[in-house]
């Protein structure tokens, strides 16, 4: 007996639904003015981070899509850590980082994974009679 695909525990859409939690959490803080919780929105960047890991761990280690978030999520921590113009001096970096992606997804090609909801459902099978006069072809429902 065939046992059912286990789904990851590790989905974006588990960090998306924890992030959407922890901010709802953060500007409750804030409204109830129980901590100035806009301190905590400054680590917005770990969010985007979040998002990239979930992706390489779903799609691999050479998802475009989890580079990206990742490139988002460095590009963030720059902006709001780094020293000023940084980002500006290290930007062409990113681009560096992206052609390696790419050229590594090149040299070793990752599995083709089914796309959701593209299936086609089967044609109608057609079946032969099995009355001695009647020839012709019916399809079953």
Do not use: C
């Not at 924890?18 to 003015?33: K, P």
């Not at 681009?95 to 299936?119: H, M, S």
């Amino acid at each position: 007996m065939n046992s059912p695909e286990r789904r990851p525990l590790f989905s974006t859409k588990l960090v998306f639904g924890l992030t959407v939690i922890a901010v709802g959490l953060i500007l409750m803080a804030d409204s109830l003015r129980w901590y100035d919780a806009w301190h905590l929105l400054t680590w917005w960047p770990l969010a985007l981070a979040a998002f990239g890991l979930a992706r390489l761990a779903q799609d691999g280690i050479l998802s475009l899509r989890g580079h990206i978030w990742l490139a988002f999520a460095a590009a963030g921590f720059i902006q709001q850590f780094g020293p000023w113009g940084m980002l500006e001096r290290w930007w062409p970096a990113f681009i560096i980082w992206g052609g390696v992606i790419v050229t590594l997804r090149a040299i070793f090609p990752q599995p083709k994974r089914p796309k959701k909801g593209k299936d086609i459902p089967p044609s109608p099978r057609t079946a032969v009679s099995g009355d001695a006069e009647s020839d012709s072809t019916q399809v079953r429902p």
